[in-house]
């Protein structure tokens, strides 16, 4: 390797210090590989995941400034730093992991065939449907695999968790996509997340209702919740027959089996006292079929799931697709220890981490150490 170093171009020594780095590696260790020739130094790596985030960050912002169709993804990520011993506190890190991914072209929705669902509906509760191949179940709502053309935005310091948070974030959000209010609060933007930031979201529309502008109004919000707990069901048989109609719905993207699914974990989460996943199962039904047009039926239900390979039959949630995110920033950036803050994240990993994570696989790949990637 130090051959290869002094004979050839920096790009293994490049390759080979950013995957020790990422892998947790200490500044002492880095350097004593660095003078012996055999990677580069701690500050072209620092320098590399500096550059790095800036070019995703860029390029998301081209997409967002583009005529296509995205949504926004955003949620919460807690980093722990340290615990102080005299006052029994935890120091943490408390941010928000922002994802913008681009809507592919909506595709016509197929006929609705009112028999074959009634079929698919009364044949739910029949063991047979345990056996029978995803792929032979009919779908109402139809789509074929497309890529997902995913673009972490990265990093913000600040906690949504709250309607003044999420007001601050939308507002960051319009800042670093470069469009002015006036054209960002045109566009109706679809945001995933959880009930509760559905929760503060509806409370910021009633509390800034009287402003003066669109923009103020938060008029171009478009929520999409996503998170449903099982609850604690009397007939284990029953449910489990319901989940294995929403597994193979997932995975191949069929929101018409979303659909059918919700109905009856409405009824669940209701007998099992959980009224708010009850409720936010009815609203999604009640909008689907007296809110929605076509249209916007078409592009929810692209904004449901996202295909990161592009192959059939691996679609997954798309709040999922953030939550890797979240995972490989802590991965990558908890070797630092308690001396990383919210702006070294910011600014080196937090856009960058599934580049990063790309390169330290192939790395382990090309040694035959996947599993340590």
């Known amino acids: 390797m130090a051959f290869t170093r002094n004979t050839g171009t920096n790009l293994f020594p490049l390759i080979l210090g950013l995957f020790l780095e990422i892998g947790g590696t200490g500044s002492r260790i880095l350097n004593a590989l660095s003078n012996a020739g055999v990677c580069v130094s701690v500050t072209t790596i620092e320098h590399l995941k500096k550059v790095l985030p800036e070019d995703v960050v860029a390029h998301t912002v081209t997409l967002m400034q583009s005529p296509s169709m995205f949504y926004l993804i955003?949620?919460?990520?807690?980093?722990?730093?340290?615990?102080?011993?005299?006052?029994?506190?935890?120091?943490?890190?408390?941010?928000?992991?922002?994802?913008?991914?681009?809507?592919?072209?909506?595709?016509?929705?197929?006929?609705?065939?009112?028999?074959?669902?009634?079929?698919?509906?009364?044949?739910?509760?029949?063991?047979?449907?345990?056996?029978?191949?995803?792929?032979?179940?009919?779908?109402?709502?139809?789509?074929?695999?497309?890529?997902?053309?995913?673009?972490?935005?990265?990093?913000?310091?600040?906690?949504?968790?709250?309607?003044?948070?999420?007001?601050?974030?939308?507002?960051?959000?319009?800042?670093?996509?470069?469009?002015?209010?006036?054209?960002?609060?045109?566009?109706?933007?679809?945001?995933?997340?959880?009930?509760?930031?559905?929760?503060?979201?509806?409370?910021?529309?009633?509390?800034?209702?009287?402003?003066?502008?669109?923009?103020?109004?938060?008029?171009?919000?478009?929520?999409?919740?996503?998170?449903?707990?099982?609850?604690?069901?009397?007939?284990?048989?029953?449910?489990?027959?319901?989940?294995?109609?929403?597994?193979?719905?997932?995975?191949?993207?069929?929101?018409?089996?979303?659909?059918?699914?919700?109905?009856?974990?409405?009824?669940?989460?209701?007998?099992?006292?959980?009224?708010?996943?009850a409720c936010e199962c009815l609203e999604i039904l009640l909008q689907w079929k007296y809110e929605l047009t076509p249209e916007a039926q078409a592009v929810k239900k692209q904004a449901w799931f996202s295909n990161h390979w592009g192959l059939r039959g691996h679609n997954i949630a798309s709040d999922l697709y953030l939550e890797q995110n979240n995972f490989w920033v802590k991965h990558v950036n908890i070797a630092t220890g308690s001396g990383v803050t919210v702006k070294y994240i910011i600014k080196k990993g937090s856009a960058a981490v599934e580049a990063f994570h790309k390169v330290s696989y192939q790395f382990a790949r090309t040694f035959g150490f996947m599993d340590y990637a």
């Open 74 to 277: 955003f949620d919460n990520i807690n980093i722990f730093l340290c615990k102080s011993q005299r006052f029994n506190k935890n120091l943490m890190i408390r941010a928000t992991k922002t994802a913008v991914i681009a809507l592919p072209d909506a595709l016509p929705v197929a006929a609705d065939f009112d028999t074959k669902q009634k079929v698919g509906e009364s044949v739910q509760l029949q063991w047979g449907r345990t056996y029978c191949p995803p792929m032979m179940v009919k779908k109402k709502y139809h789509s074929h695999p497309k890529k997902l053309d995913g673009q972490p935005l990265g990093l913000f310091n600040m906690n949504k968790g709250s309607k003044k948070g999420i007001i601050q974030m939308l507002k960051a959000l319009q800042e670093i996509s470069g469009l002015p209010e006036a054209e960002w609060a045109a566009k109706a933007q679809i945001i995933i997340r959880d009930w509760l930031n559905s929760n503060n979201i509806r409370g910021t529309h009633k509390d800034h209702m009287d402003d003066i502008n669109a923009m103020e109004h938060l008029n171009y919000i478009d929520e999409l919740s996503i998170k449903h707990k099982d609850a604690h069901p009397l007939c284990f048989i029953r449910d489990a027959l319901i989940f294995c109609i929403f597994e193979p719905s997932v995975v191949f993207a069929d929101a018409g089996g979303i659909l059918r699914v919700l109905k009856y974990w409405a009824l669940s989460f209701r007998g099992a006292g959980l009224h708010n996943y």
